[in-house]
Nanobody, 120 residues
Framework: QVQLVESGGGSVQAGGSLRLSCAASGRIFSIDAMHWYRQAPGKQRERVALITTGGSTGYADFVKGRFTISRDNAKNTVYLQMNSLKPEDTAVYYC??????????????WGQGTQVTVSS
């Protein structure tokens, strides 16, 4: 079994910054892509950013230039640095990872989510 545990959420004023972390643990052979998603009340979950094993990244248009995703493969951890936060960034942020539990088996896992609240 694999667990993803997020941390770093909280409350901040508009224009502020937060750094989210997500650490994977358990039966891990390797981790392919790692992602951050978010879900605001009454809205569908949407992908914010992703990063491959090799470090290639992709961002949703609504966070480009403000958020940066990174990862530490040795620690099985992904980060999301969020700058210039806006009230519309308020959401529960989820970590999502494509994990190989053996050389031949890949499964997808979600974290439990961490709340980010941005006040105006």
């Amino acid at each position: 079994q694999v667990q993803l545990v997020e941390s770093g959420g909280g409350s901040v004023q508009a224009g502020g910054s937060l750094r989210l972390s997500c650490a994977a643990s358990g039966r891990i052979f390797s981790i392919d892509a790692m992602h951050w998603y978010r879900q605001a009340p009454g809205k569908q979950r949407e992908r914010v950013a992703l990063i491959t094993t090799g470090g290639s990244t992709g961002y949703a248009d609504f966070v480009k230039g403000r958020f940066t995703i990174s990862r530490d493969n040795a620690k099985n951890t992904v980060y999301l640095q969020m700058n210039s936060l806006k009230p519309e960034d308020t959401a529960v942020y989820y970590c999502y990872a494509n994990v190989k539990t053996t050389a031949y088996t890949i499964r997808d896992y979600w974290g439990q989510g961490t709340q980010v609240t941005v006040s105006s």
